[in-house]
Every structure is written in structure tokens, then in C-alpha cells.
């Protein structure tokens, strides 16, 4: 269980996170969401210990964050985080050199599945390929948890029904997913848990499932009542 | 350790092409200095010597080096110049551009300290790579001028000679005494972490981090620039001041290292 309590962090002199409480489980599909600039981002960040937190605490199975963490939890941030120059032969035996946990016929897999070409450099990738490419760098890591900052953004309609294909494929199984998104409506039907940020502050947490036999709305109703009002 | 040596040859094999093209630079320049000069010292002796005029001197190898100390320093302040920005754009490029490798970098598996150690390992190695390339192709160059120089005109000389003859050489690349090569490799490794730490307090801090890489900077400058002054000749013996300088190195390296370390264990912001 990825677990944060009373998580803060300030930018300068700006409180970005503020007490930032939730959890996300393993076998879940756990989706931070707000508005832009409300921190989720920066959530993400401070899991993988990409920016100091000021306050609190985040462990990861019982453990706080060390070496080890990046085998156990994937990151997939929102951009293709490979130099430009390199292939993507060369990008998938770079992750086999450095993860123990790279599972290559997974990869060899998941190029398959998403039709990506071994020569092809990572700075002539598309936006829609790249996010595909950045997928397959963190879904072939044999991990328990996986965080992705935005797989959707920029993506054109068949890319994210692709994309949102490998949701409820092997490929996750079952590991613990914690993501970010904006396009709530495509991947609601996937999603187990729903934590709401506004402005650095966690508005509301709720189980998706109990929220829509309980009180008979979507994870959009939910955000534009606690979001927006 | 393995994940170090994976990441210094990352490292290494990143500025290839650059290191390359220095070393095509300086081979080209230092290459076409000496032909040069040595067709025309060639031909002035030829001359001299169809008028019967017989007090042209022989000439050796560190002769011609010797005159050629405006073309043999600029590939080598050049590369100097290249290296010195590269010190920080070795972690800028990280940062920088749509792919943000950083987010990789400081992801992987391994104990962040390996990540600027072998940063710092592969400046070094880019910069002894220039240093025993600038060694070889004096060997090249030596080779060529023999080539060229009738054995009636050459006078021989020694390598060290040659290398004492061309003052970019003996005051800064390579000096000829030991003790000298160790300290002024030995600055020059402490000026690399200096600067490092440097970069690692502005990616922590941003903007406050800028006047606290400047002030860290200043102090250490201040330290070592002082080791380097240090005139206390009337009240320790030499060698206790030797040991007196070599303290300060190791406690500016020390702190610096320690300092690096934990930045970019625990406060880098990517």
C-alpha cells in the first residue's frame, strides 16, 4: 500500500501540499484529480522522492522511500524521460541494465502491442507514440505499484482507447495503479478509487463503486460538486 | 558499484561525439602548425645552405613546438573552455529540453551519490582522455617531424623537452614535475565537486540556491585560493605547510562531498 500522511511540501514560500492524507492499494486503480496547479503532480513527485516533503510521511508497503522503492514502484511521468538521441532499442536495454525487476518479454510484449519500432529515436517519437513508449517503460517492470502522471494528455482518441486497453489487460494485473488524469470521463469505468485535490488539499476521497450505488453519481458529479462549488 | 560503472559510461558515451570533435580539433590544428612551421624551417635552412651560408643551426622537434605556442594553446584552451561548460551542463541537459532525463536519472535503482559521482567520474575522464591524447599526438607529431626533416638538418631532443618548450603545456596541462601534476589535477578535481555542489544547491533551492552555489563558491574559492597563498614560511617548515594545505583541500573536499551527497539524496526538486 502506497501511503501518505499529513504530507506537505512548499515551493519557496508557497504551500503547494497541504496535510495530504490518502492511500492507494495494491490491485486498485487508485486516480488523483483537480483542477490544474492543485498539487497532483507534485503528489506523484514526492512518492518517487523527485521533490522534498516538508511534513509527514510516505511509505510504501510499511517502508519509507530508498533505492529499493524503484523496483517495487514504477514511474511513468508525463513526458518520455529518455535522452532524445536514443533509440528505443537502446532505451529498453538501458532499463534491463539498471532495473532487476525489467521483465523483457513483457517489453518485447508491449512494443508489440502498441506497434513501436526498435530504431526509431525517442526525440523523433510523436506525442501519442512517446506516451505509448512510456508505458512500455513502466508497465515492463515486474513492480507492485505503478504511477503515472498523466497518460492521457495529448493523446488522440484511438491512442487513448489503446492506452486505456491496457488498464484492465495483464499487463497491470495485479498491481496497485495510482494516476493522474484530466480525461476522467474515458477511464472512469476503470477507476477503483477517486482522491479529489483542490488547491494542495485532499477536498475528498471516495470509493467509485460505493459513490455510485450509495448516491448515484459519477466521478464527474462528484468533482463538480466538491471542485467546483 | 556495477550501477556506478553503467552509469559513468551513460555518462561517457553521451559527450562522445564532443570529445571526439576536440580531439579532431586539436589534431587538426596542432597537425597543421606543425607541418607548416616545419616546411618552412625546412626551406629556410635549404636556402641557407644553397648560399653557403653555414651558421644556420640545426634544428629538433621541441624547437618547433616551441615556436608554436600560440597554436598549440588554443585547441587545448578550447577544450579547457568546452569542459569548464560542460561541468554544469552535464546536469542542466538533464533538465532541459522536452525529455527531461533527470526524472529517469534520479529513479533508477541505485544510491543517488552514484549519480554524481559518475558525473564527476566522467569529467575526469574526458578531461585525462584529452590530457593522454595531447600526449599521443605529440608522439604522432614527433613521428611526422622526423618524417619530414632531413637527418642532416634535425638535431635531436628529448620528449620532455618538447613538452617544456610550449609554456601552456609546462605551466598548465602537463607540468613536468610530479608533485606539481598531482596538485594542480588534484584542484582541479576539488574545483569539479566545488561547482557540482554548486549546481545541486541551485536545482534544490532555485532561486534562493543561485546566492547560496555563489556564497559556496566564494568560500571555497577562499579556501583553496588561500592553501595556495598560504605564506607562513617565517613561523612552519615547508613540509608543515604542505601538510597544512593538504588539510584544507581535504576538509573543503570532505564537507563538499558530504554536502553534494545529501542534496542530491534528499533535497534535489526535479
Redesign the interface.
Known sequence: MIELVRVSQKY?YKEVLKDVTFTAEKGQITCLLGLNGAGKSTIL?TI?????IHGGSIRIDGEEIN?????RVS?I?D???????MKLSDALR?ME????CWNKDRANELMRFFDLDLDER??RLSKGT?AKFNLVLGLAQDSDYVIMDEPFAGIDLFNRERIAEVFSSELVGNRGVLLTTHEVKEVEYLIDKAVLLRDGVVARSFECEQVRSEESKSVVDVMKEVLLT | MN?YL?LVH?EVH?FRYALFSLMFLTAAIQITGLVHTTQVRVKGWREAARLGEHSTRNFSFADVIGDLQFLFAIPILISIVVLGLYVFLIWYRDWI????????L???????RNVYMAKATAIFVFVFAMVSFQLLMLLLERQLFNWMVPSEYRMSSLFAEAVASNLVFVRFLLPLDGIQFVVYYGIGILAVFVLFTAVLLERSY???GIVYAILYVAVCGAAIGGAVYLNLYNYFYPREITAIRFCIYLMVMGFTLTLGFRLVS?????
Open positions: 519557496t513527485k518517487m522522492g523527485l521533490t522534498p533505492q529499493n522503492t524503484y523496483e514511474y511521468p513526458h518520455l524521460a529518455i535522452p532524445a538521441s538501458f541494465d539498471f532495473y532487476s525517442a526525440g512517446a | 550501477r553503467k551513460l553521451r529540453g522536452r525529455d527531461k532525463f533527470a526524472y529517469r534520479f529513479t533508477l535503482p541505485t544510491v543517488r532555485r532561486l534562493p534528499k533535497k534535489i526538486t526535479v
